[in-house]
């Protein structure tokens, strides 16, 4: 053990700018001599974590107008550790002598280390009495992820630190156990990767590709050594085969990019070998066999006394070339070099933030923000018209599930809380993330004894829809109300996919969950994939997959004695007193409650004939509805396809549904674990365990909801895949919540009134009444309503042309 506080402390103020999360990213460019993807995070990131790089409540331009400071009602309980708390916790850790501990930088693969601090969520049952009622804040702790591999059986090990702050009579550390289910797993997980870093590409795939390095050469005219003028890379499965005690790993062979565009995964060329390496000896891991064309090899020898037969089919490598690039390429079209629409907010921003405790309030909305290094961005205690909707609203795991007739693809199965979102969620980009005039919040996240920060990370910002949220015409007026939501936003690059995250709330009361999918796909050779892809480019298959996402949405309506009513459109033949004794074909409404964990798994129903209406059964409305929230899938939402997969055994039962109910326990505070990928047959986290009888009825329920998209890669997925398509989301809507419509409240509505050419009114109901709009030409962008006239009728029998006059005729 090297104890050296002060430099620990010392490290965590300067922040390394070169330090990087671990586990790598699953994208191989950190391995590259370039230092690309080795995201230079600036000067800035030596100012001190959490700055706000455009201070709020500055006086602003008005594409640069930062929203309201203002103090939260409560302290953000579910907020990361400060810089000084985290500090202390990491210099109170190296002062553990059990713990045996080694500085991140000076580590090998042989040495403890610390690989995460951070806040532990704290109990709902502990939070809810403080933002509640009138009691403390719960105990602060610190979640403390250990990488043990001072050991032929190296694990990765969740402990308590707490609590804070650090104090030596008080302040201790036990294993962290009760957020997971594995049996006797002492808050501890094999670690199947701890010789991923050096030995795995040191002693033995540099050694296999030199190994191959004739053939490599005739193929492609490269090879994959670890010498620096290497233009192959190796890489392969995720998670690695871990049946009958035996760690087994498949690895293809990729093109590197000629130059800065990460199209590596876009660059496959067709040759597999498969190693057992179990254990940590690698004297002991033993190449098992190679793979090209389909044609399994099991031995070196065995493949290249083939690849040396006369007549021998070598198929073509993929190279990258403009295909496989981004910028602007083609004919400029039309007029695309001139200005297009763009939004401004003229009176500025019209919400407020506490940038401290990161706490929003938008028209009748509130709730804090969260961040942590596993799943980036959640939302607590989202509060509308005062009263709590949601305590927690979050990802939980994302899966990208591959299939293909090669062992990578089939092999491949991101788990990608692993490499986490938190440490991927880069600065947005002000003007194409979000809007110019968004607010930013910054992120930090912890890696080798230091804490980032990504500058402007979380944006927030307002945005009127091109659609109204209202409207309605007759012959003599009109109503229309603006649709104006606000969003918080973030994205994630995860090796090559990026995912972008927004969460929006409508004046209607209702809120949107969305994820969008960009950056480079995964793809696979094409030779024999047919059945599992689209043939893409020269050699190129678009590799199919399924993206599932979890959601956690932990409900409170009214209260936590909630439940779930399922109300089905059935067809029905029913004989009324009217209808002189006949049947009549029609439908009807089923009413039935989810009762308990043993039926609260299922999937969106066929023809979307079954609404899901999370109620309290106890406050009913002035009409003796019960009040709720309906939840509605808004845009293509799946479930994994794979049944059983061998690929994750139990490490991803949450995917294999749409919708999944439990009762809200403090021991089951997530749905995933990280590392469930390291022991995917008894992981950290088996979401099936979750499940286990108890009542649903009037109980504080959690609905974890799958998000996701089929991906087919097809040509219009190079180089990207694009946003528009690539798109999945859920709704949550006043489902009897309320006597009516909310957006009634909202000024931004018109009514314009009008009879035979002449309007009468236009009442903007006091709206852009409040100082403080700046200095703004507003001209052309605000229309001239009493332009508004109805129809023009031009009588055409007797034709009269030129006695055109007004007249709007409605059914009503
Ligand atoms: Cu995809």
């Known amino acids: 053990m090297r104890l050296l506080t002060a430099v620990l402390v010392g490290l965590l103020a300067t922040q390394d700018v070169l330090a990087r999360p671990s586990p790598d990213p699953k994208s191989p460019w950190v391995r590259h001599k370039s230092g690309r993807g080795k995201r230079h995070l600036t000067a800035a990131l030596s100012k001190s974590a959490g700055i706000q790089r455009r201070d709020v409540n500055e006086t602003a331009s008005c594409s640069e107008a930062a929203a309201t400071t203002i103090k939260a009602p409560k302290t953000n309980v579910w907020g990361s550790l400060t810089n000084d708390e985290a500090a202390s916790v990491v210099a109170w850790l190296f002062a553990q002598e059990d713990l045996n501990l080694t500085i991140s930088d000076d580590a090998t693969a042989w040495d403890n280390s610390v690989l995460l601090v951070e806040s532990m969520v704290p ?67 094999r ?20 190994s191959v390095a004739d053939i490599t050469l005739e193929l492609w005219n490269g090879t994959a050594t670890g010498a620096d003028n290497d233009t192959l890379d190796i890489w392969g499965i995720d998670p690695l085969w871990q049946d009958d005690d035996r760690i087994i790993r498949w690895d ?64 073509g490598p993929n190279v990258e070339g403009d295909w496989a690039r981004t910028d602007q390429q ?30 929003v309030e938008w028209m009748d909305w509130s709730f804090y923000i969260a961040f942590n290094r596993d799943t980036g961005m959640s939302l607590f205690d989202i509060r509308y018209k005062g009263k709590r909707l949601i305590y927690e609203l979050g990802l939980q795991e994302a ?41 930013y919040l910054n992120t930090s996240f912890y890696v080798s004894e230091t804490v980032h920060t990504h500058i402007d990370s979380i944006c927030l910002f307002e945005f009127t829809g091109d659609y109204p949220m209202q409207r309605h015409s007759t012959g003599k007026y009109v109503s229309v109300t603006k649709n104006t939501y606000f969003v918080v936003r973030s994205v994630s690059t995860v090796g090559n996919y990026d995912y972008m995250f927004s969460y929006t709330f409508y004046i209607d009361g209702s809120i949107a969950v969305e994820v969008r999918a960009s950056g480079y796909i995964q793809s696979t050779y094409f030779a024999k994939n047919e059945d599992y892809g689209f043939h893409i480019n020269d050699f190129l298959s678009g590799s199919m997959h399924d993206h599932v996402l979890n959601w956690k949405v932990d409900w409170d309506i009214l209260g936590t004695n909630n439940s779930v009513e399922l109300m089905s459109l059935v067809p029905a033949a029913v004989e009324y007193p009217w209808s002189k004794g006949k049947k009549r074909n029609t439908m009807k409404l089923e009413r039935s409650f989810v009762e308990s964990e043993d039926e609260s798994r299922f999937d969106w129903a066929a023809n979307g004939a079954t609404q899901v209406l999370v109620v309290n059964e106890d406050e009913k409305n002035e009409f003796g509805e019960m009040r709720g929230y309906r939840v509605l899938p808004y845009t293509g939402t799946v479930h994994l396809t794979v049944k059983n997969s061998s690929n994750l055994a139990n490490a991803a039962n949450w995917a294999g549904h749409d919708i999944q109910i439990t009762k809200q326990k403090d021991t089951e505070p997530r ?23 108890e009542n649903l009825r009037k109980e504080d329920l959690v609905m974890w909801v799958n998000l996701g998209m089929h991906h087919v890669p097809h040509t219009g997925d190079l180089p990207n895949t694009v946003f528009t398509t690539a798109h999945t989301g859920i709704q949550f809507m006043p489902n009897n919540y309320f006597s009516m419509d909310q957006s009634r409240q909202t000024v931004n509505m018109v009514r314009i009134d009008y009879d035979n050419g002449t309007t009468s009114l236009v009442d903007t109901f006091g709206q852009k009444n409040s100082d403080g709009s700046c ?30 006059y007004y007249d709007t005729e409605s059914i009503v």
């Open 123 to 189: 109990n709902k049952t502990d939070a809810l009495g403080y933002i509640d009622g009138c009691k403390a804040p719960p105990k602060k702790y610190a979640h403390v992820v250990l990488n043990e591999r001072a050991s032929e059986f190296p694990t990765y090990t969740d402990i308590l630190v707490g609590p804070l702050p650090i104090d030596n009579a008080t302040t201790s550390w036990e294993p962290l156990t009760y957020p997971y289910n594995k049996e006797n797993g002492g808050g501890k997980v």
């Open 191 to 210: 670690n199947i990767d701890a010789d991923s870093d050096d030995t795995l590409y040191t002693e033995w795939l540099y050694v296999i590709g030199a």
């Open 252 to 315: 293809a062979f990729w093109n590197l990019p000629t130059d800065d565009f990460d199209a590596e995964t876009l660059l496959p060329l067709g040759l597999y070998v498969m190693s057992d390496v179990t254990g940590r000896d690698p004297s002991k891991w033993s190449l098992e066999g190679w793979l090209y064309n389909s044609i399994f090899y099991n031995s070196t020898e065995a493949f290249r006394e083939a690849f040396s037969s006369p007549g021998y089919l070598k198929n």
């Open 330 to 359: 083609g004919e400029i079209l039309p007029k695309d070099d001139s200005y297009p629409p763009t939004t401004i907010a003229p009176s500025g921003s019209r919400f407020s933030v506490d940038p401290d405790q990161k706490y």
């Open 399 to 439: 899966l990208a599930h591959y299939a293909g007739n090669d062992p990578m693809q089939s092999g491949t199965s991101y788990l990608d809380t692993y490499y986490g979102f938190g440490p991927y969620a880069f600065e947005l980009v002000s003007g194409y993330d979000c809007p110019a005039y968004a607010t």
């Open 671 to 693: 749905a995933a674990h990280p590392y469930n990928s390291q022991d995917v047959n008894d992981p950290p986290v088996d979401f099936d365990k979750f499940f286990d009888g």
């Open 775 to 804: 200095a703004l030409e507003f001209e052309p962008a605000e229309p001239d309503l009493y332009g508004y006239t109805g129809d023009v009728v031009i009588r055409k029998f007797p034709y009269d042309p030129n006695n055109p």
